[in-house]
């Protein structure tokens, strides 16, 4: 099973990127699909999933209305578009897989994921 993140950089606060998770060994369909940050000396922490099946979104407070979460099955790739950036989200952003909903995203129990792939840098500059 790999998940690739991909599509980090450097962008100015204000401004926009899009990340893409791309994922390979598993059944796509049967998988939530969950994104997270974690900053140099902070906690990890939840910003976005997208469940398996109905592809419901969900949304970290700090990036509702500014964050999108979206899927393409045929690709199996999962894609966060962030609008808006902030430089305290300066982070590595990685994705990760649970299977059926975003359960343990939501409850936070986010090591409880079945998989992980390596992150993807994004540094935001004031």
């Known amino acids: 099973v790999q998940l690739q993140a991909s599509g980090g950089g450097l962008v100015q606060a204000g401004g926009s990127l899009r990340l893409s998770c791309l994922v390979s060994g598993l059944t796509f369909d049967d998988y939530a699909i969950a994104w997270f940050r974690q900053a140099p000396g902070k906690e990890q922490e939840g910003v976005s999933c997208i469940s398996s099946s109905d592809r419901r979104p969900y949304y970290g407070d700090a990036v509702k209305g500014r964050f999108t979460i979206s899927s393409d099955n045929a690709k199996k790739t999962v894609y966060l578009q962030m609008n808006s950036l902030k430089p305290e989200e300066t982070a590595v952003y990685s994705c990760?897989?649970?299977?059926?909903?975003?359960?343990?995203?939501?409850?936070?129990?986010?090591?409880?994921?079945?998989?992980w792939g390596k992150g993807t840098l994004v540094t935001v500059s004031s």
């Open positions: 990760a897989a649970e299977k059926g909903g975003c359960t343990r995203y939501s409850r936070g129990n986010y090591y409880g994921m079945d998989y």
